[in-house]
């Protein structure tokens, strides 16, 4: 009984699931935008405005990303951006070469 109440819903808690650290992710960068910022310029030295543009197109990349998924519009290509909002992460905030974090 419970799963025939339920069965039409799963499938969205599901999703949420599945890109719930992308929207938390997404949303702690528009709370904590001059500390994300700061950050990015002072490990790159690329400036405020370049680190701005990174950190938003971060921000942008994952909550469409998850927008997207979670309407099931155009899921494979959010999945493609979402995984690459994960290397670009890996890169820019240098943790390629941190085992621990990595294996985390």
Not at 75 to 88: H, S, T
Request: proline share 1%.
């Amino acid at each position: 009984q419970f799963l025939r109440v339920t069965k039409q819903y799963l499938p969205h808690v599901a999703r949420l699931c599945l890109i719930s650290t992308f929207l938390e992710d997404g949303i702690r960068m528009w709370f904590q935008w001059s500390e994300q910022r700061d950050y990015i310029d002072g490990t790159w030295n690329c400036g405020y405005f370049l680190a701005s543009i990174f950190v938003f197109l971060n921000l942008l990349g994952q909550l469409s990303g998850c927008i997207l998924v979670l309407s099931r519009n155009f899921v494979q290509y959010a999945c493609f951006g979402l995984f690459g909002i994960i290397a670009l992460q890996t890169i820019a905030y240098s943790i390629l070469w941190d085992l621990k974090f990595l294996m985390r």
